[in-house]
């Protein structure tokens, strides 16, 4: 696609259960990032992907949450035993991210997720 | 270890003035500085960007001005527009190329 993809736009889940989160980053931008917003909040890094590895996974709150990356491509985050503090906007970015260049990030439009 | 600061979480403009958005940094190893731009219930989007060798980058109404000694960068833009209300990040990538953020700043241009 033209830009970065993610899906579902909108998630309400139960409090305990498991979600996913899916992120289609823009053909050939080797790096994928993950960030949330929560209400009021500033952007809050989770984890970076170079290619399939994850370098810096430093910002994942828990270890509820994890996140793959399968082919350079598609990703997903997952958020098992969901709690309220969970409850955010997740987004998506991807870049070149070639080494020596100075590229951008491009976002997705985010999922909002509700836990109830 | 926040390395990006915003220390204005917002700032209120009259249409037709100056917004200056101010942002500090603490790693010195940043040599590159990109400014972002979020609308509610949309991903944020890229606005501007300044590189270390320069100490300012103009692109239309949007200007970044960076001054190394102080680990300070600020995005002036003039004239405030209504449609300019939004929340600004600055950001600036790490050697491993992530990207760290600021808390953001929420600007509201008033009529």
């Known amino acids: 696609g033209a830009g970065v993809s993610q899906s579902p736009s909108n998630k309400v889940t139960e409090k305990g259960k498991d979600v996913e989160l899916r992120c289609d980053p ?75 260049a100075n590229t951008e990030a491009f976002f997705g439009q985010g999922t909002r997720l509700t836990v109830v | ?34 400014w972002y731009k979020k609308y509610p219930a949309e991903g944020p989007t890229f606005l501007i960007s300044i590189s270390s060798i320069k100490d300012k980058n103009e692109d239309g109404r949007f200007t970044v001005f960076l001054n190394k000694s102080a680990k300070h960068l600020s995005l002036h833009i003039v004239p405030s527009q209504p449609g300019d209300s939004a929340v600004y990040f600055c950001a600036a990538p790490l050697r491993t190329l992530k990207l760290t953020f600021g808390t953001g700043t929420r600007l509201q241009v008033t009529l």
């Open chain 1, 26 to 100: 823009i053909s050939g931008h080797t790096a994928l990032y993950w960030y949330r917003q929560s209400l009021g909040q500033g952007l809050e890094f989770l984890i970076y992907f170079q290619g399939n590895s994850a370098p810096d996974k430093s910002g994942l709150p828990s270890d509820r949450f994890s996140a793959e990356r399968t082919g350079g491509s598609v990703s997903t985050l997952t958020i098992q035993r969901t709690q309220q503090e969970d409850s955010a906007v997740y987004l998506c970015a991807s870049s070149l991210a070639r080494q020596g």
């Open chain 2, 1 to 34: 270890d926040q390395q990006v600061k915003q220390n204005s979480p917002s700032l209120s403009v009259q249409e037709g003035r100056i917004s200056i958005l101010n942002c500090d940094y603490t790693n010195s190893m940043f040599d590159y500085f990109l």
